[in-house]
């Protein structure tokens, strides 16, 4: 079974409107990274948080980290045509596995 | 630095065959997992190897077997093929492991027929 859900499954937006995605998880974790995967080819990493982190930017991404709720969030702000792709996230809660969630399929209209 | 890499791209067989993969990681990672992704299944982790030892497994049958080459290549073979196991199959080298940051290869496309 997959450790992280993500909502939602799909979102469409304009570009330049800004994209949230939320992700839960069920254990305690070390870690938690968000992956951006485009139309079946392979993943690329976007960013990764540890748990002693509330919040992390990276050029537009933001993500936060609630350990106490086990969730996290995803900001992609001014989105582009170009984010539109599959977004992930994967936690370390299996010692040694990283385990994804079922994605946010995310789609940017021009 | 090169990427990593996957061969063959695409892949078809068929049912009761058994079909090799190879992934050559990032020059100097000493991690490769592999995972397996299908619509239904979603990314699904296979096993971890690290200098040559494997580190963890998934939840797959021993159909499913890899081992990983002194410079750190890596192979995934599944015997006896079903067609369930139809998927896009992802390698991804790391330096520390898999609970870090993974670069990921473009993957091969196995059709099961």
């Known amino acids: 079974s997959q450790q992280g859900e993500e909502d939602p499954q799909a979102l469409s937006i304009q570009e330049g409107e800004n994209a949230t995605m939320n992700c839960s998880y069920k254990?305690?974790?070390?870690?938690l990274q968000w992956y951006r995967q485009n139309s079946g080819r392979g993943l690329v990493h976007l960013i990764l948080i540890r748990s002693n982190e509330r919040e992390k930017h990276s050029g537009r991404l933001r993500v936060t980290l609630d350990t106490s709720k086990k969730s996290s969030s995803l900001l992609i702000t001014a989105s582009r045509a170009a984010d539109t792709a599959s977004y992930f996230c994967?936690?370390?809660?299996?010692?040694?596995?990283?385990?994804f969630g079922q994605g946010t399929e995310l789609s940017v209209k021009p | 630095k090169a990427g990593v890499t996957q061969t063959p791209r695409y892949l078809i067989k068929t049912r009761g065959q058994q079909v090799t993969l190879s992934c050559s990681p990032i020059s100097g990672h000493r991690s490769v997992s592999w995972y397996q992704q299908t619509p239904g299944q979603g990314l699904q982790f296979l096993f971890e190897y690290f200098s040559e030892t494997q580190r963890n497994k998934g939840n797959f049958p021993g159909r499913f077997s890899g081992r990983q080459f002194s410079n750190s290549r890596s192979e995934m073979n599944v015997s006896t093929l079903e067609l369930g196991d139809s998927a896009l199959y992802l390698c991804?080298?790391?330096?520390?492991?898999?609970?870090?940051?993974?670069?990921f290869g473009p993957g091969t496309r196995l059709t099961v027929l």
């Open positions: 254990t305690s974790i070390n870690n």
């Open positions: 991804a080298s790391s330096l520390a492991g898999s609970q870090n940051e993974q670069f």
């Open positions: 994967a936690t370390d809660a299996d010692e040694g596995k990283l385990i």
